[in-house]
């Protein structure tokens, strides 16, 4: 069974930080590249983190220094970091693997004072 459950999200204000967690089962998420996405209202879902299954990790240029992401494959885990978050930060975000599989409920972040 395939499940994706992200978590950690809230309202947070500008400068602040948040940790996300993803927990994932199902054996085609084994030695697979993880990412973090996410998706404001009226755009398009676009890629915010991944990492490999080694650690080797990519990100989007609007996060490069503020974003974080790691995976602990003992458990299954995979997180965001995120630090000096702006409202531009405003999203769903939500993990999955590269190539996708079917999306889990996401996670709300909102950035606001």
């Known amino acids: 069974q395939v499940q994706l459950v992200e978590s950690g999200g809230g309202l947070v204000q500008p400068g602040g930080s948040l940790r996300l967690s993803c927990a994932y089962s199902g054996i085609i998420f084994r030695g697979r590249i993880l990412g973090w996405y996410r998706q404001a209202p009226g755009k398009q879902r676009e890629m915010v983190a991944t990492?490999?299954?080694?650690?080797?990790?990519t990100y989007a240029d609007f996060v490069k220094g503020r974003f974080t992401i790691s995976r602990d494959n003992a458990k299954n885990m995979v997180y965001l970091q995120m630090n000096n978050l702006s409202p531009e930060d405003t999203a769903v975000y939500y993990c999955?693997?590269?190539?996708?599989?079917?999306w889990g409920q996401g996670t709300q972040v909102t950035v606001s004072s």
């Open positions: 990492i490999t299954d080694i650690g080797f990790t």
């Open positions: 999955n693997r590269s190539p996708s599989v079917a």
